[in-house]
């Protein structure tokens, strides 16, 4: 229509040039508005009517048309439009409805001649209309965005009341923080519904206004005896302590009305959703936040078992990833692949950044462990800045951590005590002696790197200290007890290191995946048996570390220095042969397979820094 107005206007010899070149700016802008009004203008007054008050939805149906316009049966208005190809369009919905849509600039333009041609009393009658006619129909959305429109806030508000929780669970967290947005402070606070809504819509970057929020939604919605909005409230609140490093008493606090929760409604078929993120988020704080790990394990497990049930591969994915952080903490590394193995197909693996960046922490941490250190720092590239754009504060903890052990891999003992002293820092913020215990065995372990070994000592002591009540702990206990018995040779107390050592490689300590930690307490008690002139055990324990260490990576030690590698590497007591067959050496019995002696021949080199 509008190209046919146009090259009326247009000498019949210069068409084809007009068309080629000067039409498609024409069809912009000033010069479509003035068309648009031309068009408009030639149409009957029934035919304006329909247009104007039609032009009030986005998309047009012919029941909604009938209802809004008042003109009967709409059907044969949109015929004509689409007869004389007045910038119409229609296709088919899904159920078989014919949906008509206006050209958009077209739309736009009988939307303006709309508030030029009715009172605005009309109009927000005629919009709030709109939004009924959807809401009646179950399209909420419609009906929000229709409701918004006509500033009827009340209405607005309960869809989205209605619709929000799905719209933040799909990702489609830009139309819900619009519509919050358009909601005043006085309706967002009236409802704990909204105040929830409000949390999701800042969720990382609402600080302590989100715990405000949340602490007052839970308590409106325990009023109200609504268990699902009760265990949101929970779940984000958790989730918000975390995220600010909250003092531990207080998380401690959330998590057993959490879990108090959960429990009185086991076998409830009811919130299955609500249950799942809820376990999760017990999960992610009991871990991270180093309070209970072996808790925080079973809340992840029972998350990713409810989310298998309804099918949430997204909430599973965060489940099987903090089981593998947790695996970590516990030292159990091959179940901690087994869960990052479990995480690794599925495809919201980079949708949430809190995730990704934990995914990537844990395959350092196994990386580090297993002695490739060079594959651990390639992992952690790039992840301080990541922690620090999306403001996860609650994962600089582990990022300090692992750094530290990078650094003591690189012989960069300095830059250990560093970030042993980030930790302490970060520990006191948030009152957490599980950080401060990995702050204190960081710096310890540099200490004893550089000789310091009373300092060492002062320090280990008070990791131990602080990892104490965390009895789930082994694989830190074995860590500080490892440091522990080192600082103890030197310190003229080789029989006190002993009675560190010798547990640690009893059977009920086997922690599998960790062969290079075992081969280095074995080392230590080689060394500790050599001082003790035990020349038969201290070659045992060394065959034992050898034999461990063909499975490293890297030729690098975490634990024992320089002095003590050079003490290891002028040969063993009484010859190079590996003990008879039947001979374990005086630290234990078999552990993890660590003991049993290898096969007659030649050993392996010594590992030197």
């Known amino acids: 229509v509008l190209l046919g107005a146009m090259l009326e206007r247009i000498p019949p010899d210069t068409r084809v040039r007009y068309l080629t070149s000067q039409a498609p700016a024409a069809l912009n802008g000033d010069v479509l508005a003035y068309f648009s009004e031309t068009v408009f203008a030639a149409q009957p007054e ?225 919130y299955l959703y609500a249950r799942t993120l809820l376990w999760l988020q017990l999960g992610i704080g009991c871990i991270v936040g180093g309070m209970d790990v072996a808790r925080g394990c079973a809340a992840c497990r029972k998350a990713a078992l409810l989310a298998d049930q309804m099918g949430a591969t997204a909430l599973r994915l965060n489940a099987m990833v903090g089981l593998g952080l947790g695996e970590v903490y516990k030292g159990d590394f091959q179940a901690a692949k087994e869960a990052l193995a479990a995480a690794a197909t599925s495809e919201h693996r980079n949708t949430y950044p809190e995730y990704r960046i934990l995914d990537r922490l844990v395959h350092a941490e196994l990386a580090l462990h297993k002695g490739a250190h060079r594959a651990a720092a390639g992992i952690l590239e790039g992840v301080a800045d990541e922690i620090e754009s999306f403001g996860l504060v609650f994962l600089y903890p582990v990022y300090l951590d692992l750094c530290g052990w990078l650094a003591i891999a690189n012989n960069d003992f300095q830059s250990a005590r560093q970030h042993g002293h980030q930790l302490e820092d970060v520990a006191a913020l948030a009152a957490n002696p599980h950080y401060e215990g990995l702050a204190y065995r960081m710096m310890a372990l540099a200490s004893y790197h550089f000789g310091e070994y009373d300092l060492a000592h002062q320090q280990v002591t008070a990791a131990r200290e602080r990892f104490a009540p965390y009895t789930d702990l082994a694989f830190h206990g074995a860590h500080t007890s490892l440091i522990l018995a080192l600082t103890a040779r030197h310190r003229g107390t080789p029989a006190e290191g002993l009675g560190l050592l010798k547990p640690l490689l009893q059977p009920h300590c086997a922690m599998r995946g960790q062969s290079r930690l075992l081969a280095e307490i074995h080392l230590a008690l080689s060394l500790t048996f050599q001082d003790l002139g035990a020349d038969a055990d201290a070659n045992a324990h060394l065959w034992s570390a050898r034999r461990l260490f063909n499975d490293a990576k890297e030729a690098t030690y975490l634990f024992l220095s320089g002095a003590d590698i050079r003490q290891l590497s002028g040969g063993e007591r009484n010859g190079p042969h590996p003990p008879p067959a039947d001979h374990h050496p005086t630290g234990g019995g078999p552990a993890d397979g660590a003991l049993t002696s290898p096969t007659i021949g030649s050993p392996p080199p010594l590992l030197v820094v």
Not at 185 to 208: F, M, Y
Request: with cysteine; glycine share 8%.
């Open 46 to 270: 029934s035919i304006q009517t329909f247009l104007l008050r039609s032009a009030v939805l986005d998309v047009v149906t012919v029941e909604n048309a009938t209802r809004l316009c008042g003109l009967g049966d709409a059907q044969p208005f949109l015929d004509k439009l689409m007869q004389r190809h007045l910038f119409i369009q229609v296709f088919e919905a899904r159920d078989g409805r014919r949906l008509y849509r206006y050209n958009h600039l077209f739309h736009s333009f009988l939307r303006a001649r709309l508030g030029e041609g009715l009172e605005p009393a009309e109009v927000v009658a005629l919009e709030e209309q709109a939004g009924d006619l959807f809401w009646e129909h179950g399209d909420t959305e419609q009906a929000i965005v229709h409701y918004l429109r006509a500033s009827k806030e009340a209405k607005a508000a309960a869809g989205v009341k209605k619709i929000g929780l799905d719209l933040f669970i799909r990702g489609r967290q830009t139309d819900l923080a619009d519509w919050l947005g358009r909601l005043t402070e006085a309706t967002l606070k009236k409802d704990p519904w909204l105040r929830l809504l409000g949390v999701l819509n800042r969720r990382i970057r609402g600080g302590h206004h989100n715990q405000e929020d949340l602490l007052a939604a839970l308590k409106q919605f325990r009023s109200e005896k609504n268990r699902r909005g009760e265990l949101l409230a929970l779940a984000f609140l958790i989730e918000s302590g975390v995220l600010l490093g909250t003092e531990v008493a207080r998380q401690q606090e959330w998590m057993d009305a959490a879990e108090a929760l959960l429990l009185e409604m086991r076998g409830s078929l009811h």
